[in-house]
C-alpha cells in the first residue's frame, strides 16, 4: 500500500462517478487478483490498464445490471452477472482470500450497499476493501467492522480503504 502515491498524486477528477479514481491508482502496482463489485467505466477500465495495474492477473467483476458491464475481450476479466443480494453468491462460490483488493460500488439502493459493507467487514481477511461514495453516513457505518480505514475525503463522494488486522 503506497500511501504517499495516494497523497502526493492527487488528480482532480471532473465526475463524482470518478473520484475513486485517485486511490485506486495509488494501490495499483503489485495488486494481482480484483474483485470488483459494481463494474463502471472509471473503475474497469483502470483495473485492465497495465500502466495502474501492471501485475494484474485477474479482474472479476459482479455487476446485477448488464448494461453497466464494459464489453472486451481482456482474457483477464471474468464478469459475473448476479442479481441482488449478491451476498449469498459471495459466500459460496468465491474465496475472497484469493484477492488482493475488492471495490464496492455495487447497488443503486443504499441499503444494499450497506448490507454488502456490513459482509465484507465479517468475512474479509487479507484484502484490502476500496468504497465509493464513503461521504454517505451509512456506508460508514456498515463498515464500522473493519479494523483500519483511510479516508480520501479531497473530492466528494469520498472513497474510504478499509482493512482488517487478522
Excluded at 476479466?77 to 483488493?101: A, Q
Excluded at 475488492?102 to 443504499?110: E, P, Y
Excluded at 479531497?154 to 474510504?160: F, H
Amino acid at each position: 500500500m503506497n500511501i504517499s502515491a495516494l497523497i502526493d498524486n492527487f488528480s482532480p477528477q471532473g465526475s463524482p462517478f470518478g473520484t475513486h479514481v485517485n486511490l485506486l491508482c495509488a494501490l495499483g502496482p503489485g495488486i494481482k487478483t480484483v474483485l470488483e463489485l459494481g463494474a463502471g467505466a472509471f473503475s474497469t477500465s483502470l483495473f485492465l490498464d497495465r500502466d495502474y495495474y501492471p501485475d494484474l492477473i485477474e479482474l472479476t467483476t459482479i455487476e446485477q445490471d448488464r448494461e453497466w458491464v464494459l464489453a472486451g475481450a481482456d482474457p483477464r476479466h471474468k464478469v459475473v452477472i448476479e442479481p441482488e443480494p449478491i451476498e449469498p453468491f459471495l459466500e459460496g462460490v468465491l474465496d475472497l482470500d484469493s484477492f488482493d483488493l475488492i471495490f464496492v460500488d455495487n447497488s443503486t439502493f443504499g441499503e444494499r450497499r450497506c448490507d454488502t459493507l456490513r459482509w465484507l467487514a465479517k468475512h474479509v481477511g487479507r484484502s484490502l476493501v476500496v468504497a465509493h461514495d464513503f461521504n454517505v453516513l451509512s456506508y460508514a457505518e456498515a463498515a464500522g467492522g473493519f479494523d483500519c480505514k483511510i479516508i480520501d475525503d479531497r473530492q466528494v463522494p469520498w472513497t474510504a480503504l478499509l482493512w482488517r488486522t487478522r
